[in-house]
T-cell receptor, first 118, second 114 residues
Framework: AQSVTQLDSQVPVFEEAPVELRCNYS??????LFWYVQYPNQGLQLLLK??????LVKGINGFEAEFNKSQTSFHLRKPSVHISDTAEYFC????????????????FGKGTHLIIQP | NAGVTQTPKFQVLKTGQSMTLQCAQD?????MSWYRQDPGMGLRLIHY???????DQGEVPNGYNVSRSTTEDFPLRLLSAAPSQTSVYFC?????????????FGPGTRLTVL
């Protein structure tokens, strides 16, 4: 079974500063990787995903993530954050090629709360 | 497409009361799931369904029942609510094509059990 570790439960950052939210995963097989964002009092929205190909993935709202297979990481970055980026961010993994039944569709990390300070 | 819809948005129950959280999707997705979200716990899978008539338990199924009579609908039932079930509940769906398992989430139901 796969697992996801988000190393920071909370990340405070000043507005217009860069940010990196860390995510590590474990799996014995190839995986797909996702970042979801949850704004206050809302549902989860897909930010970006890595399926195959280029290891640098660009998402919405200026975010990007880099897949590093050797380090089993998928860290999320943004060069300059805004107040509107305040949200909870979830990293998730699914097993590559898995399309059968079962609960292994997605495994989520516990989330990182990004706090933007003015 | 409306995507995944959930009703109600908010609900307050007394201990021992029963209720049903509604979830519907219009994307013809086979897989549907219910998660609960609690502070510091991330999302935990309650029940899921791989198609009409087929359901199974997730990580935290106790106290909840589900059924899947149609592809579109996947209601979650609390038979006798307990304060430990105070949480935010999310319904999600995914298709099978491509195999990447991207989930689409509803807006959530915030449930308080007194």
């Amino acid at each position: 079974a796969q697992s996801v570790t988000q190393l920071d439960s909370q990340v405070p950052v000043f507005e217009e500063a860069p940010v990196e939210l860390r995510c590590n995963y474990s799996s014995s097989v190839s995986v797909y990787l996702f970042w979801y964002v949850q704004y206050p009092n809302q549902g989860l929205q897909l930010l970006l995903k890595y399926l195959s190909g280029s290891t640098l993935v660009k998402g919405i709202n200026g975010f990007e993530a880099e897949f590093n297979k050797s380090q089993t990481s998928f860290h999320l970055r943004k060069p300059s954050v805004h107040i509107s980026d305040t949200a909870e961010y979830f990293c998730a993994v699914s097993v590559w090629g898995y399309s059968g039944g079962g609960a292994d569709g997605l495994t989520f990390g516990k989330g990182t709360h990004l706090i933007i300070q003015p | 497409n409306a995507g995944v819809t959930q009703t109600p948005k908010f609900q307050v129950l007394k201990t021992g009361q029963s209720m049903t959280l509604q979830c519907a999707q219009d994307m013809n997705h086979e897989y549907m799931s219910w998660y609960r979200q609690d502070p510091g716990m991330g999302l935990r899978l309650i029940h899921y369904s791989v198609g009409a008539g087929i359901t199974d338990q997730g990580e935290v199924p106790n106290g909840y029942n589900v059924s899947r009579s149609t592809t579109e609908d996947f209601p979650l039932r609390l038979l006798s609510a307990a304060p430990s079930q105070t949480s935010v509940y999310f319904c999600a769906s995914r298709g099978t094509s491509g195999g990447n398992n991207e989930q689409f989430f509803g807006p959530g139901t915030r449930l308080t059990v007194l």
